[in-house]
């Protein structure tokens, strides 16, 4: 896989689109939680919050390299 992409002429690492798409599923996640009032459950939300971001974020970066 490609460690650039090209984007109008602008090279853009593909580590940006794994941490795009982790902020994207993470918010999806956070609403999900959030909606059917799963952060009850959870001691410390915001730690959560967090550490779910980077285990998303690690695992689509280990996935593209």
């Known amino acids: ?8 002429d602008a090279l ?9 798409g982790a902020a994207v599923v993470s ?3 956070d609403w999900v939680f959030a909606r059917y009032r799963l952060y009850r459950l959870i001691w410390y939300p ?3 919050r967090l550490s779910l971001f980077a ?10 390299y």
């Open 1 to 8: 896989m490609p460690r650039e992409i090209a984007f109008f």
């Open 12 to 20: 853009i690492p593909t580590i940006l689109l794994a941490l795009i």
């Open 27 to 29: 918010w999806t996640l």
């Open 46 to 48: 915001a730690l959560f």
């Open 55 to 64: 285990c998303l974020f690690a695992a689509l970066g280990l996935a593209i």
